[in-house]
């Protein structure tokens, strides 16, 4: 696992990050076998490689088990959202300090689903990645715009205005990390052209501090992640489905192999 600190002394080369968002999927057993299989792909790759920070982010109910799983092989775990206060009368919340407690290292915010299902504002979100800090968690700050937007031409507009109300103004490469997915893309099997994805990750890093790792998600999977990892502008992936599959998930983790 790589610490807060390592992490910020890598920043001038942006040490590549595949991040797995298992969402709402599993049982125990379910989670005990695939990290149990991502641990021994880990232990089994060469010297040198996966050649990015791998990550996963598994339900809450999980995190014990697969962090248990998970231990001394080198890949992170991450919580998929967390409240804003430290503790407190919020039933059914779990807060920064508790995915620490558990060994996260990060955490998934503003996802577009906690948007849409869970009626998350930009100002809750920016609230939430001060927690993140808090607790000595990285954020991964999740963007994107719907297909309406995109077909009226305010793709980069609305993305602008969501980095624009959720960054706090302490951010750092080392603490924060932005994910692009267009929420068409998420669970339909569609990705962003190329050129898309090019111009979006350049936008967001105008805008966002220095330094930061851009990930792209959205129907990432083992056909499509060569095309999508080795773009100048992206950092790595917030891979949801493919995630769920060891198989899939290290051949896209090993993308960076060669790098
Ligand atoms: P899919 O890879 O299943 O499209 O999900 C992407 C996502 O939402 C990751 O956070």
Not at 19 to 25: L, P, R, S, T, V
Not at 75 to 82: T, Y
Not at 177 to 203: K, N, R
Not at 219 to 232: F, G, H, K
């Given at each position: 696992?790589?610490?807060?600190?390592?992490?910020?002394?890598?920043?001038?080369?942006?040490?590549?990050?595949?991040?797995?968002?298992?969402?709402?999927?599993?049982?125990?057993?379910?989670?005990?076998?695939?990290?149990?299989?991502?641990?021994e792909?880990?232990?089994?790759?060469?010297?040198?490689?996966?050649?990015?920070?791998?990550?996963?982010?598994?339900?809450?109910?999980?995190?014990?088990?697969?962090g248990?799983?998970?231990?001394?092989?080198?890949?992170?775990?991450?919580?998929?959202?967390?409240?804003?206060?430290?503790?407190g009368?919020?039933?059914?919340?779990?807060?920064?300090?508790?995915?620490?407690d558990?060994?996260?290292?990060?955490?998934?915010?503003?996802?577009?689903?906690?948007?849409?299902?869970?009626?998350?504002?930009?100002?809750?979100i920016?609230?939430?990645?001060a927690?993140?800090?808090?607790?000595?968690?990285?954020?991964?700050?999740?963007?994107?715009?719907?297909?309406?937007?995109?077909?009226?031409?305010?793709?980069?507009?609305?993305?602008?205005?969501?980095?624009?109300?959720?960054?706090?103004?302490a951010?750092?490469?080392?603490?924060?990390?932005?994910?692009?997915?267009?929420?068409?893309?998420?669970?339909?099997?569609?990705t962003?052209?190329?050129?898309?994805?090019?111009?979006?990750?350049?936008?967001?890093?105008?805008?966002?501090?220095?330094?930061?790792?851009?990930?792209?998600?959205?129907?990432?999977?083992?056909?499509?992640?060569?095309?999508?990892?080795?773009?100048?502008?992206?950092?790595?992936?917030?891979?949801?489905?493919?995630?769920?599959?060891?198989?899939?998930?290290?051949?896209?983790?090993?993308?960076?192999?060669?790098?």
């Amino acid at each position: 696992m790589i610490g807060t600190g390592q992490r910020g002394r890598n920043m001038a080369i942006r040490t590549k990050l595949v991040a797995g968002n298992w969402k709402m999927n599993g049982l125990r057993q379910d989670g005990a076998m695939l990290a149990h299989t991502l641990k021994e792909y880990a232990a089994a790759a060469a010297p040198g490689t996966p050649g990015c920070e791998v990550l996963v982010c598994p339900p809450a109910t999980l995190l014990s088990e697969v962090g248990g799983v998970l231990v001394g092989s080198g890949i992170a775990l991450g919580g998929q959202d967390c409240h804003a206060a430290p503790k407190g009368a919020y039933t059914g919340d779990i807060s920064a300090e508790m995915l620490a407690d558990l060994g996260c290292s990060y955490v998934i915010l503003g996802h577009s689903e906690r948007r849409q299902h869970h009626g998350e504002t930009d100002t809750a979100i920016r609230d939430k990645i001060a927690a993140a800090w808090r607790a000595g968690l990285a954020a991964i700050l999740c963007v994107g715009e719907t297909q309406e937007q995109r077909q009226a031409g305010k793709a980069v507009e609305i993305v602008s205005s969501q980095l624009d109300g959720s960054i706090p103004h302490a951010a750092s490469a080392a603490t924060l990390v932005i994910a692009y997915e267009p929420v068409w893309a998420i669970g339909t099997g569609l990705t962003a052209t190329t050129e898309d994805i090019s111009e979006m990750h350049a936008e967001i890093r105008r805008r966002a501090p220095a330094g930061i790792r851009i990930l792209y998600g959205g129907s990432v999977n083992p056909r499509n992640c060569p095309a999508i990892l080795t773009l100048s502008e992206v950092d790595g992936a917030l891979v949801g489905g493919a995630s769920l599959n060891a198989n899939d998930f290290w051949t896209i983790v090993s993308s960076y192999a060669a790098k």
